[in-house]
C-alpha cells in the first residue's frame, strides 16, 4: 500500500460539497495527510489504504452529486512547480539562497551547497545564514536601502562574491521570504593583483581584429591614457586587462569601476577616498580611493561617459596636476597610475552636445582602440564557437561534439547586436539544453529576428563562414572595375584580397 493523492473536479461551487467528500473517508476511517481546495477543485493526499477499501471510495465519491470527476495523480500543482523550479536553479552557474524572514535556509541550489558552502552533500535546510555570512547586517542595510536590491561583496570561505539580496513581498507588499544570489568574483574589485589576461586570450581571426590587438600591443609600451570604444559586449575591458598585462606596470595592481553601476554620491568617494568622518556610516579612519589604491599600476574606467558633470572636472585636475585629494579634505596625494577608459556611447557626439567635457577628452584619448562588432568580423565566429563550446561543456558536464548544418547558419546569418558577450550567453543557453551530444537549431535561441541568407554551404561553422567570405569577395569583384576597388569596399588591404582569392581559387577574369 501506498499514499494516494487525489484530485476532484466539482461542476459548481456550492456550500459544503468539500464536507460531503471529507464524510466518505471518514466513513472508511481513511487518514488525511494534507488537503488544498480551490474553486471547482480539491487536492488531497491521503493515508496508505488497503485496494478493495479504495474502490468503493471511489464509488461513493463518484456518486456524490456537484462533483465531475476524481482522478489519481502522481504530483499535485505545487510539487510540479517545485520540483520544476528546483530543476532550473540548480543548473544556474551561479549560487541561489533561499530564506524566510528570519533568514532560516528554505532552499538551496546545487551551486550553493557544492562551491558556496561545501556542505558535500549534508542538508543545511533550516540553518540560519548567520552561521555563514552576516545576514543581520544585509538587512539592515536594505531597511536603510527602503527594500530594495541591494549589492555587497562577502568573502567566504577565502572566496569572494557579489551577494545581491533581493526581499520577496506579495501584492499586498507583505514580505514572505529573501532570496540571496551569489556571484564568484576572481579577486577584490578594489585590489586587483590577480590579473592574468593576455593579447593571447582575446580571441581573433579576422584581419580587423588583428589589426585592433597590433595596436593594443603598441600603445601597451608607452604610458599614456588610452580610449577604448566600442559597442556593449565587444570586450574592452579585455582589452583594458591585456594592455595593463603587457605594459611595464604589470606587476602593480590593476583596478577596475564602473562608473554606470555606482550612484553619482558614491561614485566620487570610490574614484578620490574619503577623510574619517565626512560620511554618517563611513569609515572612521576614512578610505584611500582608486587612484592612491592603484599606486604605480593601471586605472581601468569603465563606461566614463556616464561619468557625471562635476566628477569630469574632478578627474580633469587629477590627470593634469596627477594629485588626488579625497572628499572632506584639504590635502592632496601624489598618485602614479596609468588611466584606460571605454565607452559604448558617441562620445564626439556627447562632446557636441555638451554631455562630455572637450578638454577631458583631449586627456584620456592619446590612444583610442575601436573595437569592430562581431557583425562585422563573422571570420572571427568559428575560433569563437571552439572557445566557448568547450567553456560551456565543462561548466555543464557535456560532451558536445559537434553542431547541426541549421544550427549553424543561424549564428553566421544573426547580427549579433549584443556582439562577443551575447554569442557567449546564447551558446551557454544551447549547451545547457540540448538533450544530446549535438548543438540543434531548436537549441540555438535568439534574442531578435534574423534575416534567412541563401547560398551557404558547409558542414563546419568555419565551412560555412568561407563560403560566406567566397560569397561576398565574387559579389564585390562583379561590382567594382578593379581588385584595389572591390578590396575598399571589403575594407580589406589589396593584398589581403589577392590572397582570399588564390585561397578560394576565384579569377576575376572568369566571373
Given at each position: 500500500?501506498?499514499?494516494?493523492?487525489?484530485?476532484?473536479?466539482?461542476v459548481?461551487?456550492?456550500?459544503?460539497?468539500?464536507?460531503?467528500?471529507?464524510?466518505?473517508?471518514h466513513?472508511?476511517?481513511?487518514?488525511?495527510?494534507?488537503?488544498?481546495?480551490?474553486?471547482?477543485?480539491?487536492?488531497?493526499?491521503?493515508?496508505?489504504?488497503?485496494?478493495?477499501?479504495?474502490?468503493?471510495?471511489?464509488?461513493?465519491?463518484?456518486?456524490?452529486?456537484?462533483?465531475?470527476?476524481?482522478?489519481?495523480?502522481?504530483?499535485?500543482?505545487?510539487?510540479?512547480?517545485?520540483?520544476?523550479m528546483?530543476?532550473v536553479l540548480?543548473?544556474?552557474?551561479?549560487?541561489?539562497?533561499?530564506?524566510?524572514?528570519?533568514?532560516?535556509?528554505?532552499y538551496f541550489?546545487?551551486y550553493?551547497a557544492?562551491?558556496?558552502?561545501?556542505t558535500?552533500?549534508?542538508?543545511?535546510?533550516?540553518?540560519?545564514?548567520?552561521?555563514?555570512?552576516?545576514?543581520?547586517?544585509?538587512?539592515?542595510?536594505?531597511?536603510?536601502?527602503?527594500?530594495?536590491?541591494?549589492?555587497e561583496?562577502l568573502?567566504i570561505?577565502?572566496?569572494?562574491?557579489e551577494?545581491?539580496?533581493?526581499?520577496?513581498?506579495?501584492?499586498e507588499?507583505?514580505?514572505?521570504?529573501?532570496?540571496?544570489?551569489?556571484?564568484?568574483?576572481?579577486?577584490?574589485?578594489?585590489?586587483?593583483?590577480?590579473?592574468?589576461?593576455?593579447?593571447?586570450?582575446?580571441?581573433?581571426?579576422?584581419?580587423?581584429?588583428?589589426?585592433?590587438?597590433?595596436?593594443?600591443?603598441?600603445?601597451?609600451?608607452?604610458?599614456?591614457?588610452?580610449?577604448?570604444?566600442?559597442?556593449?559586449?565587444?570586450?574592452?575591458?579585455?582589452?583594458?586587462?591585456?594592455?595593463?598585462?603587457?605594459?611595464?606596470?604589470?606587476?602593480?595592481?590593476?583596478?577596475?569601476?564602473n562608473?554606470?553601476?555606482?550612484?553619482?554620491?558614491l561614485?566620487?568617494?570610490?574614484?578620490?577616498?574619503?577623510?574619517?568622518?565626512?560620511f554618517?556610516?563611513?569609515?572612521?579612519?576614512?578610505?584611500?580611493?582608486?587612484?592612491?589604491?592603484?599606486?604605480?599600476?593601471?586605472?581601468?574606467?569603465?563606461?566614463?561617459?556616464?561619468?557625471?558633470?562635476?566628477?569630469?572636472?574632478?578627474?580633469l585636475?587629477?590627470?593634469q596636476?596627477?594629485?588626488?585629494?579625497?572628499?572632506?579634505?584639504?590635502?592632496?596625494?601624489?598618485?602614479?597610475?596609468?588611466?584606460?577608459?571605454?565607452?559604448?556611447?558617441?562620445?564626439?557626439?556627447?562632446?557636441?552636445?555638451?554631455?562630455?567635457r572637450?578638454?577631458?577628452?583631449?586627456?584620456?584619448?592619446?590612444?583610442?582602440?575601436?573595437?569592430p562588432?562581431?557583425?562585422?568580423?563573422?571570420e572571427?565566429?568559428?575560433?569563437?564557437?571552439?572557445?566557448?563550446?568547450?567553456?560551456?561543456?565543462?561548466r555543464?558536464?557535456?560532451?558536445?561534439t559537434?553542431?547541426?548544418?541549421?544550427a549553424?547558419?543561424?549564428?553566421i546569418?544573426?547580427?549579433?547586436?549584443?556582439?562577443?558577450?551575447?554569442?557567449?550567453?546564447?551558446?551557454?543557453?544551447?549547451?545547457?539544453?540540448?538533450?544530446s551530444?549535438?548543438?540543434?537549431?531548436?537549441?540555438?535561441i535568439?534574442?531578435?529576428d534574423?534575416?534567412?541568407?541563401?547560398?551557404?554551404?558547409?558542414k563546419?561553422l568555419?565551412?560555412?563562414?568561407?563560403?560566406?567570405?567566397?560569397?561576398?569577395?565574387?559579389?564585390s569583384?562583379?561590382?567594382?572595375?578593379?581588385?584595389?576597388?572591390?578590396?575598399?569596399?571589403?575594407d580589406?588591404?589589396?593584398?589581403?584580397?589577392?590572397?582570399?582569392?588564390?585561397?578560394?581559387?576565384i579569377?576575376?577574369?572568369?566571373?
Amino acid at each position: 500500500m501506498k499514499t494516494k493523492k487525489i484530485k476532484l473536479t466539482a461542476v459548481e461551487d456550492r456550500a459544503h460539497i468539500t464536507y460531503e467528500a471529507l464524510s466518505v473517508l471518514h466513513k472508511y476511517d481513511v487518514g488525511l495527510i494534507w488537503m488544498e481546495v480551490y474553486a471547482f477543485v480539491a487536492y488531497i493526499k491521503l493515508m496508505p489504504v488497503e485496494d478493495e477499501v479504495w474502490e468503493k471510495i471511489k464509488n461513493e465519491l463518484q456518486e456524490l452529486s456537484g462533483w465531475a470527476s476524481l482522478e489519481e495523480i502522481d504530483l499535485f500543482p505545487f510539487e510540479e512547480k517545485d520540483t520544476e523550479m528546483k530543476k532550473v536553479l540548480d543548473v544556474i552557474p551561479h549560487g541561489v539562497v533561499l530564506l524566510n524572514r528570519k533568514g532560516d535556509i528554505k532552499y538551496f541550489n546545487d551551486y550553493s551547497a557544492e562551491k558556496i558552502f561545501n556542505t558535500e552533500g549534508k542538508d543545511i535546510t533550516g540553518l540560519n545564514i548567520n552561521k555563514f555570512i552576516d545576514f543581520k547586517k544585509l538587512i539592515a542595510t536594505l531597511k536603510d536601502n527602503n527594500m530594495s536590491l541591494i549589492k555587497e561583496n562577502l568573502e567566504i570561505s577565502n572566496q569572494l562574491y557579489e551577494a545581491n539580496l533581493q526581499p520577496i513581498v506579495n501584492k499586498e507588499k507583505v514580505l514572505s521570504s529573501y532570496l540571496i544570489s551569489f556571484y564568484e568574483i576572481d579577486s577584490n574589485i578594489y585590489n586587483r593583483f590577480d590579473n592574468p589576461i593576455t593579447f593571447d586570450d582575446i580571441i581573433a581571426e579576422s584581419n580587423k581584429m588583428l589589426v585592433t590587438i597590433k595596436s593594443g600591443k603598441l600603445y601597451s609600451k608607452s604610458d599614456s591614457p588610452v580610449l577604448i570604444t566600442g559597442e556593449s559586449g565587444t570586450g574592452k575591458e579585455l582589452f583594458a586587462r591585456a594592455i595593463h598585462n603587457e605594459s611595464k606596470r604589470k606587476n602593480k595592481p590593476f583596478i577596475a569601476i564602473n562608473c554606470a553601476a555606482i550612484p553619482d554620491q558614491l561614485l566620487e568617494s570610490e574614484l578620490f577616498g574619503y577623510e574619517g568622518g565626512t560620511f554618517t556610516g563611513g569609515r572612521k579612519e576614512g578610505k584611500p580611493g582608486i587612484f592612491e589604491i592603484a599606486g604605480g599600476g593601471t586605472v581601468f574606467l569603465d563606461e566614463i561617459g556616464d561619468m557625471p558633470p562635476h566628477l569630469q572636472a574632478k578627474l580633469l585636475r587629477v590627470l593634469q596636476e596627477k594629485r588626488v585629494r579625497r572628499v572632506g579634505s584639504a590635502n592632496e596625494v601624489n598618485v602614479d597610475v596609468r588611466l584606460i577608459s571605454a565607452t559604448n556611447q558617441n562620445i564626439d557626439e556627447m562632446v557636441k552636445n555638451k554631455e562630455f567635457r572637450l578638454e577631458l577628452l583631449f586627456r584620456i584619448n592619446i590612444f583610442n582602440i575601436n573595437i569592430p562588432p562581431l557583425r562585422d568580423r563573422k571570420e572571427d565566429l568559428p575560433a569563437l564557437y571552439e572557445h566557448f563550446a568547450q567553456k560551456h561543456s565543462k561548466r555543464y558536464r557535456k560532451n558536445i561534439t559537434g553542431i547541426e548544418k541549421e544550427a549553424m547558419r543561424k549564428l553566421i546569418n544573426y547580427n549579433w547586436p549584443g556582439n562577443v558577450r551575447e554569442f557567449q550567453n546564447v551558446l551557454e543557453r544551447a549547451i545547457a539544453l540540448t538533450v544530446s551530444n549535438e548543438i540543434a537549431a531548436k537549441d540555438i535561441i535568439l534574442n531578435y529576428d534574423i534575416v534567412p541568407m541563401d547560398g551557404i554551404e558547409g558542414k563546419s561553422l568555419k565551412g560555412c563562414i568561407e563560403s560566406l567570405e567566397k560569397k561576398k569577395i565574387i559579389e564585390s569583384l562583379k561590382n567594382n572595375k578593379s581588385i584595389r576597388d572591390a578590396a575598399k569596399e571589403l575594407d580589406v588591404t589589396h593584398t589581403l584580397l589577392i590572397n582570399r582569392m588564390k585561397k578560394y581559387d576565384i579569377d576575376k577574369n572568369n566571373i
